[in-house]
C-alpha cells in the first residue's frame, strides 16, 4: 500500500500506473467478468425454477472477485457501492468518475459477450439477463431497489470502511448478501441493486423500459445507508454526530 | 471495547451513546433487516419448490448481519438468543429487556416494508411471510421449535460465549445453522426459532393462530440450552458444577 | 489443553470429567443434533425434488457442531471417523469404544425426537429417515459407501491429523464434503458415510434392510483412507515409510 | 517448505520422495477424488430440475480438495489450471507434463469407478458424466469453455501466485468459482473447465463427440488469464510491463 517515493520517469509510471491506471483497469475487468457470469446465469435459468441459480451465481462470483480484486482496486464493480464508499469516507473524490464509467464500461463488455455465447433463442427468452420493471408495479419495484441496496451498501461500509466492524470476511459477506437479496426480492424488481449490472444487457439486449429503476432505487438505497452510518451506526472516526 | 474513562459532559454523552444507546438502536436496525429479508423470501418463494430458497435467505443474511454487528451489540436480533447468552454470562441484565423490544419493534418495521413492498397478492397467498402452526399439530410444533432453538442457541453459546470453543467463525457457523435447521423442521412448524421474527409478521398481517407456540418453543429451547451449557459442556470458568 | 495437575480430589475430579467424561457427552450430544437435524431435513424433503436439501442440512450442521465442539472431543460424531482418526494417530485407543457406544447412543436419541417430532404419515413415508439399500444393488451401494467415505474419511485425516495439511478451517471442509457426496451418491445408497447415523433411524423406524451396508462400507472406507494417508500422502511424521 | 539438505542416502529418497514423488501421486489422487464426486453428481441428477446439484458438488469438493492438497502439490487437478500457473511463475517446468499426465491418470480411475458404482441405465442416460457438444453450437460452446477457463484460472492465478493478492481463502474462491460458472454455462457447454474432467469419463464412457472442445476452450482460456496477469494485472513482480 505504501508507494516508496522513487527517482527517476520509470519509478513515477509505474507509481501512476498502480495507483490510478490499474485500479480503474480492475474495475472495468472485473465488473465484465461479474456481468459475463450474472447474465448467463440468469439466461441459463430459463428451465429451472425459482431464483436460487442466479442467486447463488451472482452471490458466490461476486464475494470470488471482491476478494482477489479488493487489495487492487477494492473491489466494488458497482456505482451505487463506489458512491457509498466514497461518502462514507473509504476512497478519493478522484477516482469516483472513473470508476462508474470503468463499471459501465465492463458491464457492456460482459453483457456482450452473453450474447455471442448463448443461442439467440434463450438470449430472447430472457431479454439477456436485463432488468425488466413491469410499469404496473414500478413504485413497488423502485422500493424493493431502495430497501435490497440499502442491505447491500450497509454490508459493504460496515465491514470495509467502519473501523469497528470491518473484517476480512467482507467479501465473502458482500457476496451472501447479494444471493440473499436476490431470493429476498427477485420476484419484485429483479434486484439488482447495481445500476452497472443493469445498464450492460440493457445495451446488449436493447431493453429499456423503466430502466431508470436501477439507477434512482440504487442510488437512493446508498444514500440512505450513508445517512444511517453517518449518523447512528459509524464508529467515532466515521460517525459525524454524538461524537 | 475499553471505553476511555475521560472528563467532560461530551466525551460522557458519547460513552452513553455507545455504550447502551447505539447497540439497541444496532438490534432494531439489524432484525428489521433481518425480518425484512426473511419475510420478502419466503413471500417471493410462492411458486418454487421445497425450503431452500427461504432457509438459504434467512441463514446467509442472519450469519452477515451478526459478523457485522456482532462487533457493536453482540449481533443477536433474536429475543431467545438474548435470553441463552444473558442466562450464560455473556450479556449484563441491564441490556436484555431493552433488547428484546429493540427486537420486536425492528421486527415490526422490516415486515411492514414487505407489505408495501410485495404486490397484495403474492402477500396474502403467503400469509405475509407469518407463522401459522395448525392447530392438530401444534404439540409437534412446539416440540419442533423448541429442538431447534436449542440447536441454535447451543450454536450462538458454545460459539460466541463459552471460551473453550468459542471462534471467530461463530457468525457464519450461526447462519448456516438456521438454514440447516429450516430445512429440517420447516415443514413441521415453520422452523421460526425467533419470536421477534414471527411476532413482526404477525402484527403487519395480523396472523394470530397459534402465535404463542413461536413464543414458548424458543424460549423453552434457550433454557434447555442454557441447562446443558451450564450443567455439562461449559468450560471451567462457564459450567456451575463439576468445576 | 494442558491440564495443570495440581493438588486435591476436587481437582482430579474436574480432570477426570474434563479429559474423558465430558468429550464422551459431547459426541453422545453432538451425536444426536446431527442424527436429528439430518433424519429431519429427510422427512421434511418428501416433496422436493433432488437431494440438494438433505445434501445442505447434513453438511451445514455437521461442519458447524465439528467446528464448536472440536475443541472438546475432536467432533467426531461418526464411528468411521473416529476408527480412521485413531488409526492415524490422531486420538487414543482409550477412548475409541467409549467415543463409538456414545456416537449409537446420541444416533438413538436424536432418531427418536423426530419420530415424536414429525406428523407419522411423513414419518413413515420416508422410513424416518433411514437407509434401506435394495437387495438388488447391494454391491454397488457397498461399493457406494466405502467411495464416499473414503471422501469423507481422507478430508477428515488430512484437514485435522496430518500436519503438513492441516487447516483450521477443516470442519467447514469436512461439512462441504458431505454435502458434495450426498449430491455425488445419494441416488445409490443414500451417502450415508456413517454407521451411526444409519443405526439411530434404523432403530427408530424399525428398519434393518441390508443394515450391515452402512457399516462395511464406511469401516472400509476408513481402512482404505488409512492406507492411503499410512503409506503415500502423509507427510515424515505420519507415514510409515519412505521416510 | 524447506527441506533440510541433510547427508545419507535415506533422506536424499525422502526428499525425492516428497518434492517429486508425492505432488505427482497426490495431482492423480485428488483428480480421481475430484472426478468421481464430479461425474456421481451428474449421473445421479438426472432427476433433477436445473444445474443446481452438480454446480454445488463440483465446486465444494475442488475448493475442499484445494484446501487439503494445496501444501503438497498445489492442488490443481487440472491441466489448464497448471498451464496457467506455470505461464504466470507458480510453478517449476519439470513438474507441468507429469502433473497433467498424472491428473489424466486420475480423471481416468475417477470416471471408471463411477461407471462400476452407478446402474448402467442412469449411467447410459447421463453419458457417464461425459460433455458432449453439440456440432450445430460447437463455436460458441467453445467460446463457454475459453470465458469459463478465464475466469477461474483468473481466480487462481490472483488468489495463488500474484502477491498482492494472494489470499488463504483462495481453495474456497477456486471452488465456488466453479460452482459460479457451472451455473452460468452449464447450458451452453456443460462448463468443463478442465481437460481432465472431460477426457476420464470420455474415456469411460468411450464419448468423443466434439471432445477437442474441451482441451481447446480451456487452453485458451488458460492463455487469456496469463496475458491478463502478466501485462495488465500483475503485482510489480509478476508483471513483465510498466514495471
Known amino acids: 500500500q505504501a508507494v516508496e517515493a522513487g527517482g527517476g520517469t520509470m519509478k513515477k509510471r509505474r507509481c501512476m500506473y498502480e495507483v490510478h491506471v490499474q485500479p480503474c483497469l480492475v474495475e472495468m475487468f472485473g465488473t465484465s467478468l ?12 430459463v428451465e429451472a425454477p425459482g431464483a436460487i441459480q442466479p442467486a447463488v451465481a451472482h452471490g458466490l462470483i461476486l464475494g470470488v472477485l471482491v476478494m482477489l480484486f479488493g487489495q487492487i482496486s477494492g473491489g466494488h464493480f458497482n456505482p451505487a457501492v463506489s458512491l457509498s464508499i466514497y461518502l462514507c469516507g473509504g476512497m478519493e473524490l478522484l477516482l469516483l468518475l472513473p470508476y462508474i464509467l470503468a463499471q459501465m464500461a465492463g458491464a457492456m463488455i460482459g453483457a456482450t459477450i452473453t450474447k455471442v455465447m448463448y443461442p439467440s433463442g434463450m438470449y430472447v427468452a430472457s431479454l439477456g439477463g ?21 442491505v447491500l451498501t450497509i454490508v459493504v461500509c460496515m465491514g470495509t470502511v467502519n473501523r469497528k ?29 447495481n445500476p452497472a449490472r443493469a445498464f450492460g444487457p440493457a445495451v446488449a439486449a436493447n431493453q429499456w423500459n423503466n430502466h431508470w429503476v436501477y439507477w434512482v432505487g440504487p442510488t437512493c438505497g446508498a444514500l440512505l445507508t450513508v445517512s444511517f452510518i453517518r449518523l447512528l451506526f459509524g464508529d467515532q472516526r466515521t460517525r459525524v454526530v454524538l461524537k
Do not use: Q
Not at 131 to 140: M, P
Open 34 to 45: 461479474f456481468v459475463f457470469v450474472g447474465c448467463a446465469a440468469v439466461i441459463g435459468n
Open 130 to 150: 436485463a432488468f425488466n420493471a413491469t410499469t404496473a408495479d414500478v413504485g413497488k419495484s423502485t422500493l424493493a431497489e431502495v430497501m435490497m441496496t440499502l
Open 165 to 193: 466492524s470491518r473484517t476480512p470476511w467482507a467479501p465473502f459477506c458482500i457476496g451472501l448478501t447479494v444471493t440473499a437479496c436476490v431470493l429476498a426480492g427477485g420476484s419484485v424488481s429483479g434486484a439488482c441493486m
